[in-house]
């Protein structure tokens, strides 16, 4: 497969806020600050972007029932997704053109639980996310999506507005080295293939070890050379947590920090994705500016 310019993206936003002294607790995690402390989600984006990254991702991602209340989610959830798209499209616009915005489409009924999908509610909880951030945003991003379904189901809700459409799925990382699959249990094959076949342009991996990512960018390589589709690209952003069992909801509590990760640990992993043709790199919860500026420094 061709090697692809590197675009170097953010990290994780949720850990940096409460770094920074913001309000932050279960179960509103990351939206509780876009409440309460908006400019420390500015300052945020704008300290991975003085770190290099390319691309900033809104934070929209806790803008669902599952951290903020059904209620509050349909008073507030639209309101809240336009200030996180504008106070993302703000601090790139301040780089004259060199960064863009990605518009965090989240799963919708929680982190890591495709047992808990609904898609006949996809559409009541997705739509007033995209209309909020559609204004604002340069890229769409599903993202952590535990199943095939739901991108699928996010896609089609999409404005026909040819801006990109990225995916960027969590894998099962209970069992490092055997065959990748989706927190469902579904292949990453199939998911390549079904994400290609509706028009994705980027396939990412996130929000889980980085030990799982590079088998998984590797079959994800391979199925799409398979299907002659070198135009869409991959890319990687794992997060600094202890392998997360299957009954896992991400919002339980805070979960440690591996204390392996460092910035120059996370870049030997990130050369690694690099090396089977991972071209968007960046992090998830964990990794913060300091990693975004060693990958930036080192890779681009």
């Not at 929209?60 to 106070?87: D, K, M, N, T």
Request: glycine share 10%; aromatic share 6%; hydrophobic share 45%.
């Amino acid at each position: 497969m061709e090697t692809q310019a590197l675009w170097v993206l953010d990290g994780g936003m949720g850990r940096e806020l409460a770094r920074r002294g913001a309000p932050f607790r279960q179960p509103e995690w990351s939206a509780l600050a876009l409440m309460e402390a908006p400019q420390t989600v500015r300052e945020v984006h704008q300290a991975y972007v003085a770190s290099g990254a390319r691309v900033i991702t809104t934070n929209s991602y806790a803008l669902v029932p599952f951290h903020i209340g059904a209620e509050r989610c349909a008073a507030e959830g639209e309101a809240l997704a336009a200030l996180a798209g504008q106070l993302a499209r703000e601090v790139a616009d301040e780089q004259g053109g060199v960064v863009q915005v990605a518009g965090s489409l989240p799963p919708l009924f929680g982190s890591y639980r495709a047992d808990l999908f609904e898609v006949d509610r996809v559409g009541e909880l997705a739509t007033p996310l995209i209309r909020a951030l559609s204004p604002h945003v340069d890229i769409w991003l599903a993202e952590t999506m535990s199943l095939i379904a739901e991108p699928l189901a996010l896609k089609a809700l999409l404005p026909a507005d040819g801006k990109p459409f990225w995916v960027s799925f969590t894998l099962e990382d209970e069992a490092p080295g055997c065959e990748p699959t989706l927190r469902s249990g579904e292949r990453v094959a199939d998911a390549v293939t079904a994400l290609a076949a509706v028009g994705v342009d980027a396939i990412l991996f996130n929000c889980c070890q980085p030990e799982v990512i590079e088998a998984a960018l590797t079959v994800a390589g391979a199925s799409l050379q398979a299907l002659g589709r070198g135009d869409i690209r991959l890319g990687a952003y794992a997060n600094a947590f202890p392998p997360q069992p299957k009954e896992a909801t991400a919002n339980d509590g805070l979960d440690e920090i591996r204390a392996d990760l460092g910035p120059l640990d996370y870049l030997g992993w990130a050369e690694r994705w690099r090396g089977v043709g991972a071209s968007l790199i960046g992090g998830c919860c964990g990794i913060g500016p300091e990693h975004i500026q060693a990958l930036a420094s080192r890779l681009r």
